[in-house]
């Protein structure tokens, strides 16, 4: 059974930094790439970033570029997502999702976990 | 960016009632859009990847279509369980975006 497990959420001051892990199980972690997506509370959904099976192709959204940094330790089965210089509109629920191929084409993000939740306020 | 732009916004059914929710994209994306559902308080849920994939273990009451800027997803009869927020996604260009959102709600 493929499992997606989200940790390292919590409440943090604006400008500062948190590292948000998902630890992922039932699955040839290595063999697929690996997003991060994010919902406000009461919002939609929005992707955040990728990450491709080996690393090799890293991919971000706007509002997050340069300021965010996705990882993988395939050795570890283990996804992350450095974020820095923290702001309120990054309040979200953030969901690690698999996707079906090995890249980060987004051909569908097959399995998520059940997210943790940020919280970034004075 | 590429916008997606479903309608309608929200729609009241009753259960084997036939659904229909559209997405536009904002340019040509091929057939490169996915499908989730969504209800409260639970992760999303891949449907239909592809345009018209269905993904494993999905009803085959869930049917989508399109190509270009035009999709559609369909329930050929409403269930309880199918009453929950629907979002379209294209993968053809990132940053890979989701249209807002189709609510169905219980007549």
């Known amino acids: 059974e493929v499992q997606l497990v989200e940790s390292g959420g919590g409440l943090v001051q604006p400008g500062r930094s948190l590292r948000l892990s998902c630890a992922a199980s039932?699955?040839?972690?290595?063999?697929?790439?690996m997003h991060w997506v994010r919902q406000a509370p009461g919002k939609g959904l929005e992707w955040v970033s990728g990450?491709?099976?080996?690393?090799?192709?890293?991919d971000y959204a706007d509002s997050v570029q340069g300021r965010f940094t996705i990882s993988r330790d395939n050795a570890k089965n283990s996804l992350y997502l450095q974020m820095n210089s923290l702001r309120p509109d990054d309040t979200a629920l953030y969901y690690c999702?698999?996707?079906?191929?090995?890249?980060?084409?987004?051909?569908?993000?097959?399995?998520w976990g059940q997210g943790t939740l940020v919280t970034v306020s004075s | 960016d590429i916008q997606m732009t479903p309608s309608p916004s929200s729609v009241s059914a009753s259960v084997g009632d036939r659904v229909t929710i559209t997405c536009r994209a904002s340019q040509s994306i091929s057939t490169y859009i996915n499908w989730y559902q969504q209800k409260p308080g639970r992760a999303p849920k891949l449907l239909i990847y592809a345009a018209s994939a269905l993904q494993g273990g999905v009803p085959s009451r869930f049917s989508a279509s399109g190509s270009g800027t035009n999709f559609t997803l369909t329930i050929s009869s409403l269930q309880p369980e199918d009453f929950a927020t629907y979002y379209c996604?294209?993968?053809?260009?990132?940053?890979?975006?989701f249209g807002q959102g189709t609510r169905v709600e219980i007549k």
């Open positions: 039932g699955f040839t972690f290595d063999g697929y790439g």
């Open positions: 999702a698999k996707d079906k191929r090995s890249g980060i084409a987004a051909a569908g993000f097959d399995y």
């Open positions: 990450i491709s099976w080996n690393s090799g192709n890293i």
């Open positions: 996604q294209q993968s053809y260009i990132s940053p890979w975006t």
